[in-house]
């Protein structure tokens, strides 16, 4: 899990803590409080009706120190109807929380203080910031525009530790913006407080005379795991925070500081390199500059030149066997902020920003460069006139040469531009999505890629009878083109598969564009304990979105429905409950059918704060079938499979917080198997010092693994082969964090890998849609089996981060991996794979990075 995002699990609906990453649906539990007045003898003056907040002028600003002794705070008009979000719905606070709010002409002032019987009960745990504890907490939401759908959110806790993020479509969440701004924190004997200072160059406003700001207060007691709020924040009124914010008047004559941010950096590096027979380190050296430049009050250009994520943490490692490409999480912080602006709800995957800078994808040998260098990026984000959300990104990379010569990867360009209007107060909403991709491609590529790609898509919701309910609808379209050998390859890939003896569409070896379509539409219950959601989506079996997006899903016809059911008060033996039946049926265009499944979940957090879920899935009920295993094959008639998973988790306010998951499962009529499960624990040694740890291991067996295709393509002489696989792995993943102050910490990752296979009862397809489960196959290979595997892998990191000033920050940074898969195929043994992985040449690379952030 990413920790690096974890302020937003805390907020995070039902779960209870403080780690994490979590869309914004889950945040609109979270908003929390601040409540009642300071026992400072100051003028308490009583906050107006309606959910409004007045921010007093000042002339003199207050000292940034977490008292509220200053003259600012004196005439401010304070805030105290709180209420609670979790786990009572609109429940009574624990405790009282007030607000003031001053500004300047530069500077919005926020200050809060959480009143609390017992101060020596407060949770103040030191980490990274945006790394989350299970620590008190205040927070704000500012939406400075107004438009009850955008905004940001500022956190701290008690010992300082500051979070924030960037929210979009009302309920989603942006964890990778790091805003600049401060706060300082105080413990006393009436509780704690946190006084806030954001300058308004990190707030997107129109240029207008007098403003009003959507804002928001929260409040986390850790102990109790209680969160309150102001305005008062109900979590079944629908999946939304910023629309339920309050209003923020009085703003008059503010303006945004400089429009340019400078964030320059340097890097030095010594790597590990074959080269040959033998293995180099060189030193290396970049620099390279990141800028954010205000073009109005609400547009901005985000530009990176030559960027360096040597700080990122290493993607997990994986065994992919089936036919489509693994998805992996985006930490690039460049293409992670803003990313929401890019987000099609309805239609995920058509942007996929780990495009940008793939790994070469004509590598063929270890000493090939494994990702494609960026030259460049450009990001425009922002609010035109009259309510349209706009984003553009623009990104080059350079053409690679692998070590024989000869290019792996062209020269690219990516485009996606993403433009949404909304309507009625944010309640409606139609936009449009567009992505383009062109390849300078040369006589090594011309043949494998395409050359260029456009797609298009009109997306929209309405929502109504007071935003319960919601329509949604989506329809687009995508044209690839390229030289005949590679819209061939493009036809018989995976996600196509147009050579398959009984497809819905022919192969052409003679064309040299594809062009397909893709309609969807849905209708959902968003709001209240019950909730459903309806979602039909049509894609025609040409449409091609995996040049700039990842979508292995075409030829596709498919329903699918949820119904779900939570709780909004607690009950006699339990703090909080959700639980959802869905179900999927799917069909190709010519009305195969290619899949169904049926899931029912049910999970509660008890009074204890332990938590428990049961999940059941039914796997191709009826008659199905699979039109991908036999890798451009057959369709292969399925069987049904099963498959039941438990989990716990412990009380998160504990310093051991053990996590269990356990599932079984079975298929092909029981000739199909698996079990798996982990075992792990995060430990809190102190309040400066956090682990993790985890093991997971699974063993299975598969009776219809794909093996190969043999024979002469698209003749009836093409064996479509199979084995049963049985495979066994383990891993382990270690996280700690040491934090010396906020500003200064260590952080250090490592994961081991290993998985083994062997194969038997190697056969081919001979009935493949026969009712009869042996009618379906035939032996094949005369007594011979296929080779097994031995995977091993090692990923490891270690990052200094010392935040020096606001904004600057300095990594010093190792890496390591490891991989071995030549020796013992087919079998495992713990021990001895876990030898021959530490025995394999480690792959080093000690990185030193400066940033140095300026304002001018």
């Known amino acids: 899990m990413n920790r690096g995002a974890a302020f937003i699990r805390r907020l995070a609906l039902g779960a209870g803590r403080l780690c994490g990453l979590a869309p914004l649906l889950v945040i609109a539990s979270a908003v929390h409080a601040q409540g009642p007045t300071p026992a400072t003898g100051l003028l308490v003056r009583s906050t107006p009706a309606g959910n409004i907040a007045r921010a007093l002028r000042i002339e003199r600003p207050p000292v940034l120190d977490g008292r509220d002794d200053d003259d600012a705070w004196r005439d401010a008009l304070v805030l105290e109807e709180f209420r609670q979000v979790e786990p009572a719905e609109a429940g009574e606070p624990a405790f009282p929380t007030t607000v003031r709010v001053v500004y300047d002409e530069r500077f919005l002032y926020v200050f809060v203080r959480a009143h609390d019987p017992h101060p020596d009960s407060i949770a103040a745990r030191l980490s990274r910031r945006d790394v989350g504890t299970n620590s008190d ?20 806790n008690p010992a300082g530790v500051r979070f924030d993020a960037a929210a979009f479509q009302d309920n989603q969440t942006d964890a990778a913006w790091d805003g600049v701004w401060d706060v300082e924190t105080r413990v006393d004997a009436g509780g704690w407080s946190a006084e806030f200072r954001v300058p308004f160059s990190q707030l997107r406003f129109n240029d207008q005379p007098e403003h009003t700001f959507g804002f928001g207060v929260w409040r986390d007691v850790a102990r109790r795991n209680q969160r309150d709020a102001w305005p008062p924040t109900y979590r079944s009124s629908r999946q939304a925070l910023i629309s339920q914010m309050g209003t923020l008047e009085g703003l008059v004559g503010i303006r945004r500081s400089s429009r340019l941010e400078l964030l320059p950096f340097v890097t030095t590096s010594n790597l590990t390199e074959r080269r040959g027979a033998d293995w180099a380190h060189p030193q290396k050296a970049a620099m390279g500059l990141d800028l954010k430049y205000g073009i109005k009050e609400n547009l901005t250009l985000d530009a990176t030149v030559n960027p360096d994520f040597g700080q990122v943490e ?5 065994l992919n066997l089936t036919a489509f490409e693994v998805r992996f999480e985006e930490r690039r912080p460049f293409f992670q902020e803003g990313a929401g602006m890019f987000r099609c709800q309805p239609c995920q995957g058509i942007f996929y920003p780990r495009r940008i800078g793939r790994t070469p994808q004509l590598r063929s040998r270890p000493g090939d460069p494994l990702f494609t260098t960026i030259l460049g990026a450009g990001k425009l984000t922002g609010r035109l006139a009259g309510g349209v959300n706009l984003g553009i990104i623009d990104a080059v990379t350079q053409r690679e040469v692998g070590v024989t010569g000869k290019t792996v990867e062209p020269q690219t360009n990516y485009f996606v531009g993403r433009a949404a209007k909304d ?14 991709v062109n390849r300078s491609l040369d006589d090594d590529t011309r043949d494998f890629l395409r050359r260029a790609s456009f797609m298009a898509v009109v997306e929209g919701f309405h929502r109504f009878a007071d935003d319960k309910y919601e329509l949604s609808a989506y329809t687009g379209r995508s044209v690839v083109w390229g030289s005949e050998k590679a819209i061939a390859l493009t036809q018989r890939s995976p996600v196509h598969l147009h050579q398959r003896p009984d497809g819905d569409v022919p192969f052409d070896s003679t064309r040299t564009s594809l062009a397909g379509g893709v309609l969807s539409f849905g209708a959902a219950k968003i709001s209240g304990a019950f909730r459903f959601n309806t979602f039909v989506r049509l894609a025609s079996t040409e449409i091609e979105l995996n040049d700039a997006g990842l979508v292995p899903l075409i030829n596709d016809r498919s329903i699918r429905t949820n119904v779900s059911l939570r ?3 607690p ?34 957090t008890l009074r204890n704060n332990w938590g428990w879920a049961l999940t059941y899935a039914l796997g191709n009920p009826g008659t199905q079938y699979c039109v991908s295993c036999a890798r451009g094959g057959p369709a292969l008639r399925m069987e049904p499979s099963h498959t039941f ?32 499960g982990s075992l792990g624990s995060e430990l809190r040694v102190s309040t400066r010092l956090s682990a993790s740890v985890s093991a997971a291991a699974s063993r299975r067996t598969d009776n219809q693994q794909w093996i190969v295709n043999d024979g002469h393509f698209l003749s009836d002489t093409t064996h479509y082969t199979f084995a049963r696989l049985r495979q066994t792995t383990f891993s382990m993943t270690a996280r700690a964090s040491f934090t010396a102050t906020p500003e200064l910490t260590l952080q250090l990752y490592a994961q081991p890998f290993l998985s083994s296979g062997s194969y038997s009862h190697w056969r081919e397809l001979d009935d493949p849609r026969a009712e009869d489960y042996a009618s379906r196959f035939r032996p094949y290979g005369g007594g011979a089996t296929p080779n097994g595997f031995n995977v091993k892998q090692f990923n490891s990191n270690a990052v200094v981060r010392w935040e020096y000033r606001p904004g600057s920050t300095v990594f010093l940074v190792w890496q390591q991996g490891r991989s071995q898969d030549a020796l013992n195929r087919g079998t495992f043994d713990m021990g001895r794979d876990y030898r021959d992985l530490f025995r394999a040449h480690p792959i080093n690379t000690f990185l030193v990075k400066a940033t140095y952030f300026f304002n001018p």
């Open 645 to 676: 998973q438990v989990n716990v988790s412990g009380d998160a306010r504990r310093p051991v917080i053990p996590q269990l998951e356990w599932a079984v499962g079975s298929g092909d009529g029981g000739r199909s198997w698996e079990r798996r």
């Open 423 to 436: 309507l009625r107060g944010g309640s409606t909403s139609i936009g449009l999505v567009t992505t383009a």
């Open 571 to 604: 009950g006699s033996w339990y703090r909080s409950g959700f639980g959802f039946i869905e179900s999927e049926m799917h069909w190709t265009s010519g009305g195969l059918p290619s899949g169904s499944a049926l899931r029912a979940h049910g999970g509660y």
């Open 314 to 318: 290493a993607d997990p490692a994986v």
């Open 567 to 569: 709780s909004l008060q």
């Open 137 to 156: 907490q205040i927070g704000l939401v500012i939406d400075a525009y107004r438009d009850r759908r955008t905004g940001v959110l500022l956190a701290v």
